[in-house]
């Protein structure tokens, strides 16, 4: 596609419910990342993909949340038991290299847990 | 640790005056700057970027920033702004790895 597309774009999930958001990188492109976004705040980093490979999940904030890319290409991230404190916008980025290249945003995915 | 500071959450301004968007870094390593635009209910856009060189930096749609070492700031300015610049604007770092950090964002706001 012409550029990252995320979905659903809206997610409304009840206490303890689980979801997965999905994303779909610019093709080819070998670097992926997921960033949440909490309201009225930047982007934090969450984690970083070379094509099926997981480098860093340190921003992960609980082992509730689980990102994959099996095939180095579509990504899921998926929350387990959601909580309140995991509304936010979750971001995902792809970039063609794997250095100080540019990251292409997605529209991201807001999900609101009530 | 490396942190990212952008010193007003909130920027109005008239049509056709200058802008400038403030950021101020910290890090005890070499770093990778940059800002991005982010309109309503889309992603990031990348405006523009220092990764060395010249320490001013033009980017699209008439930005430049301009990388100050010494006071470790890389502060975005428009000489005119249009009704259309109106968005949320971050500023970034990177040290060489996988992490981005952002700051918590300039709201831009340009009155007619």
């Known amino acids: 596609g012409a550029g990252v597309s995320q979905s659903p774009r809206y997610k409304v999930a009840k206490r303890g419910q689980d979801v997965a958001l999905r994303c779909d990188p610019i093709?080819?492109?070998?670097?992926l990342f997921w960033y949440q976004q909490a309201l009225g705040q930047g982007p934090e980093f969450l984690t970083y993909?070379?094509?099926?490979?997981?480098?860093?999940k340190s921003g992960l904030p609980s082992d509730r949340f689980f990102a994959e890319r099996p095939e180095g290409s579509v990504s899921t991230l998926k929350i387990q038991r959601t909580q309140q404190e995991d509304s936010a916008v979750y971001l995902c980025?792809?970039?063609?290299?794997?250095?100080?290249?540019?990251?292409?945003f997605g529209p991201g995915t807001r999900l609101t847990v009530t | 640790a490396q942190s990212v500071t952008q010193l007003d959450s909130q920027v109005p301004v008239f049509e056709e005056a200058p802008v400038e968007l403030r950021c101020n870094y910290s890090?005890?390593?070499?770093?990778?700057l940059f800002w991005y635009v982010q309109y309503p209910n889309q992603g990031l856009q990348l405006l523009l970027k220092?990764?060395?060189?010249?320490?001013l930096v033009k980017g699209i749609n008439g930005f430049e920033a301009e990388f100050n070492k010494s006071q470790t700031s890389f502060h975005l300015r428009k000489p005119s702004v249009h009704i259309s610049d109106t968005a949320e604007y971050f500023c970034?770092?990177?040290?060489?790895?996988?992490?981005?950090?952002f700051g918590a964002g300039t709201r831009l706001f340009v009155k007619a």
């Open positions: 980025a792809s970039s063609g290299g794997t250095g100080m290249v540019e990251q292409y």
């Open positions: 093709s080819g492109h070998v670097s």
């Open positions: 993909f070379q094509n099926e490979a997981q480098l860093d």
């Open positions: 890090s005890s390593v070499s770093v990778y």
């Open positions: 220092y990764l060395s060189g010249s320490t």
């Open positions: 970034a770092l990177n040290t060489g790895g996988f992490k981005t950090i």
